[in-house]
T-cell receptor, first 114, second 111 residues
Framework: EAQVTQNPRYLITVTGKKLTVTCSQNMNHEYMSWYRQDPGLGLRQIYY???????DKGDVPEGYKVSRKEKRNFPLILESPSPNQTSLYFC?????????????FGQGTRLTVV | GIQVEQSPPDLILQEGANSTLRCNFSDSVNNLQWFHQNPWGQLINLFYIPSGTKQNGRLSATTVATERYSLLYISSSQTTDSGVYFCAVANSGGSNYKLTFGKGTLLTVNP
């Protein structure tokens, strides 16, 4: 089954404790990205990746890092989480940048930083 | 960037009723998707519809790209249709294939 898988689904952590949210897709998609969803602000893009070893900032990259060492994986790293990073996070993938293709989203990760 | 406006912001229906949700966008797009966010927060793909009309069961969608709007039709609504419906668009002319989301329509279907 074609899917985007995020882990964990739920996470409560403390300020400053490094964490990683994993994202994996099995569709051989080139393009992957991370979004966060906040009440009143909607979904905003954090980072995106056009292909292996090619990443760039989205609209709200501060406090986040990403890596793309393999085509299927695109982890989101919070080196020193803060309470303002409490949010619902989504990973998404699509076939190829610049091609008009459908984006598929993971199940979401609810992160709470206390 | 592209602006996306959805209407109505809130909609309350009785089970069995029909409804139409609208999405207006400010620039030409070559991708448009409709999503349903369920009570657990998951984003469910409904339609990938940059132009034309598609149907899937009780749901159908139409995008008129030249007039910059899309419509989502829900017929014979059920309580399980409740949730937030998002329209998202992209203009992949640049290097970033970012989806810009509308604020959503909160649909409540009462039994």
């Amino acid at each position: 089954e074609a899917q985007v898988t995020q882990n964990p689904r739920y996470l409560i952590t403390v300020t400053g404790k490094k964490l990683t949210v994993t994202c994996s897709q099995n569709m051989n998609h080139e393009y992957m990205s991370w979004y966060r969803q906040d009440p009143g602000l909607g979904l905003r893009q954090i980072y995106y990746s056009m292909n292996v070893e090619v990443t760039d900032k989205g609209d709200v990259p501060e406090g986040y890092k990403v890596s793309r060492k393999e085509k299927r994986n695109f982890p989101l790293i919070l080196e020193s989480p803060s309470p303002n990073q409490t949010s619902l996070y989504f990973c998404a993938s699509s076939l190829s940048p610049g091609v008009d293709t459908e984006a598929f989203f993971g199940q979401g990760t609810r992160l709470t930083v206390v | 960037g592209i602006q996306v406006e959805q209407s109505p912001p809130d909609l309350i229906l009785q089970e069995g009723a029909n409804s139409t949700l609208r999405c207006n966008f400010s620039d030409s797009v070559n991708n448009l998707q409709w999503f349903h966010q369920n009570p657990w927060g998951q984003l469910i793909n409904l339609f990938y519809i940059p132009s034309g009309t598609k149907q899937n069961g009780r749901l159908s969608a139409t995008t008129v790209a030249t007039e910059r709007y899309s419509l989502l039709y829900i017929s014979s609504s059920q309580t399980t249709d409740s949730g937030v419906y998002f329209c998202a668009v992209a203009n992949s002319g640049g290097s970033n294939y970012k989806l810009t989301f509308g604020k959503g329509t909160l649909l409540t279907v009462n039994p």
